[in-house]
């Protein structure tokens, strides 16, 4: 089955440093894979996506995620935090079927000034 | 453009009663899905539409629930003799169109219905 396991359920940075979210995955292929923002009773945004094309994927709000096969991972990196950053993050693998996503159980992002 | 609507976004009902979740998919979509969101799951689909290809039932977690889509836009999820482990954040989300294949078009999500079964 596909899966996607995300190795911390909390991450917490300060205003400024990097940020790094783990994403290993588990695919019987080369798989689709994304990463999900979702605010504070909000609807859940695509922050980008991975396809089988370049193996480093630039995405919204200067973040970022390189596949790689050897390690079976897809982390999510922002060189400089911001406040409006914190929020819910969600990896998530594209299933067998090719159109329903299976997702991360989330990490949980928390910026501090 | 508009996004994924859903309707309502609060729903507070008693166990053991039938509600319905609404979601208007974005124009021109033909890809519709429904998942659920809750705190000892996490997000799980349930079902998808496909133009008018019969739906992929096999995320649905029992008899009790379904679904319809009509015309091929609006879409309408049916939860009967509700049950408390229902309560959760039910999500819709619409597509462009699936490739054939493995990989999947980009989802845009709405921005959910929370029910409350108490």
């Known amino acids: 089955a596909q899966s996607v396991t995300q190795l911390d359920s909390h991450v917490s940075v300060s205003e400024g440093t990097p940020v790094l979210l783990r994403c290993n995955y588990s695919?019987?292929?080369?798989?689709?894979l994304f990463w999900y923002v979702q605010h504070p009773n909000k609807g859940l945004q695509l922050l980008l996506k991975y396809t089988s094309a370049a193996t480093l994927v630039k995405g919204i709000n200067g973040f970022e995620a390189e596949f790689k096969k050897s390690e079976t991972s897809f982390h999510l990196t922002k060189p400089s935090a911001h406040m409006s950053d914190a929020a819910e993050y969600f990896c998530v693998v594209s299933a067998l079927s090719g159109y329903a996503l299976n997702f991360g159980k989330g990490t949980s992002l928390l910026v501090t000034p | 453009g508009a996004g994924v609507s859903q309707s309502p976004s609060n729903k507070v009902t008693e166990k053991g009663k039938d509600v319905e979740l609404r979601c208007d998919p974005i124009s021109g979509h033909t890809a519709l899905y429904w998942y659920r969101q809750s705190l000892g799951q996490g997000l799980e689909f349930l079902i998808y539409f496909q133009g008018n290809s019969a739906p992929d039932k096999s995320g649905l977690p029992s008899d009790r629930f379904s679904a319809e889509r009509t015309g091929g836009s609006v879409s309408t999820l049916t939860i009967q003799r509700t049950q408390q482990e229902d309560s959760a954040v039910y999500l819709c989300?619409?597509?462009?169109?699936?490739?054939?294949?493995?990989?999947?078009?980009?989802?845009?999500f709405g921005p959910g219905t929370r029910l409350t079964v108490l």
């Open positions: 989300a619409s597509s462009q169109f699936i490739r054939g294949g493995r990989n999947s078009d980009t989802q845009y």
């Open positions: 695919s019987s292929y080369s798989p689709s």
